[in-house]
């Protein structure tokens, strides 16, 4: 898992390859809480960073593996040059071990600004791929765009998140009758095809409807996109639920079997503390191995749910 991979491979090939390698669809969301790390480094910057460098060497260890790791930045920057510091040195780690990393970030402003945001994204972090707020409309999200179109980079545009007050917006009927994360959809499906395959959605797991509605008519429309689906573990979302729903809105559609299996290794999804965490749970202070042992959890779950709908991704 540790190889180099081919700089040549834009955001989505990279998804299918590393999919392919690890044999798992799951997302690691690294969300550092110092209170909850049980090192004994002295800095909050050791704490952090060897606190996951634990984790990912003992997943390489024990060859139970993620498919990408997501660090979500403010829980870094809260912690300020020691916690960006750390984000930063996770983030190199993490690429030279194999794993395409999506800088959670949340980013979208006018055009100046976003097209420094992105600098700071892609060419200070190093990520592979960020998420990004469309509230600002088409001048805020080019600027990843064209980097996603001219170096392949990953772009994901929050559409319907896995968060309760999701609703009071992200379901509000559009003047075409449609909801407005269906609409962000569409707008993502064009904003896709300008970046060459790299853009894709962010689509919460507790909201399994919406996902569906959404999975539905991507596949209607013949529009696939990488899908990001966090919410999965303490939030209380289901993987197993996840792969169901998307297969079952996959049916009655004349889509090649090459196509859905394509199109399903672009899936991740995501846990952050039920992984991170995972030793709280299970009563152990072996934060390395009960992260293994949450990542084996749910990288069966998922395995379960594909071969019940007979499908065979790796």
Partial sequence: MGQTRRISMNYREMLVETANRSRS???????????RIPTNKTSVEEKIFCFYEDIINALLSEDELVSAIKPNYAFYAQYGFEG????KRLIDFSKTKGFPTILDAKRGDIGKTSAAYSNEVFDFFGADAVTISPYMGSDSVTPFINRSKNEGKGVYILARTSNIGAADLQDLVTLEGEPLFLRTIKKTVSWAQKGGGNVGAVVGATSLRELSEIY???VEEKQMIPLLI???G???GSAGDV???VVEASKGVS????TIKTDLLTIRIN?????????ERKGTSDYAKAAVQAVRELNREIDGALRKEKIRLY
């Fill in 25 to 35: 669809l799951v997302c690691m969301g690294a969300d550092p809480v110092i209170e």
């Fill in 255 to 258: 889509l090649d079997d090459a």
């Fill in 216 to 218: 539905r008519a991507l």
């Fill in 230 to 232: 966090p919410g999965v």
């Fill in 271 to 279: 846990s952050s503390s039920g992984i991170n965490y995972a030793y």
């Fill in 243 to 245: 792969v169901s729903s």
């Fill in 234 to 236: 303490t939030q209380g």
């Fill in 84 to 87: 960006l510091r750390a984000l």
